[in-house]
Each structure stands twice: as structure tokens, then as C-alpha cells.
């Protein structure tokens, strides 16, 4: 078995969702209204530098300092290497624990 180091990511929750799950009604269903947009740091595989890749379920949300913007066609460019990096699974596993769609396309930063 293989493990695939181009999948080494971490999930986390934007300040805008942790603040909205914080003041919103604390039933599941009201907190996955009110995600607005999810993140994951992502390390490239090539030179280990880590990405915040922030992926947006609503229009409108500001991308949050440090973070990029998950890039449509899911090839994610090192900003350090310039090495390609799929970030695919990255936004599956943040619609999974979402609960709902992305937008696709991701709004262009
Ligand atoms: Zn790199």
C-alpha cells in the first residue's frame, strides 16, 4: 500500500463559520445553514510548504487572510515550488463534512 502524500490535508473552519456556529442556533441543521465557506491546509508534497485553501458554499465570502482561493479544475500551484498539487479530495472532504455543494465554479480571486 501506498500512502499518497499528495493527500496530506487537515480540515478546519473559517473564522466566519466558527463565529456563525457560535451565535446561531446550536442545532446541526442551523450550523450547516450558516457555513459559509470552509478551509483546509494542504501541504505540497514537493517542498512541504503549507496552503490554506478556503472552498465557498455561498456567493459573496470574503476569502480569509492566508488563504487561497480553491482553484477551479482542482490543480492547486505551491506558492513556494510551483509544484502542481490536486486539492480535489480536499474539497470533497470539506463538502463531506459540510454537508452540502460547494459552488462550482469557486468565485476568481
Ligand atoms: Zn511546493
Redesign the pocket.
Known sequence: MTLDASNVFKLFETPTATVARRFNQPNAASAQMAMEAGGAEVK?P??G?VIQVQVDFVPGVALNPGSVQYPNGGSLA?P??S?GINVRPVRAAIEQAAGRRALDPQPVR
Open positions: 505540497c514537493n517542498c510548504t505551491c513556494t515550488c509544484h
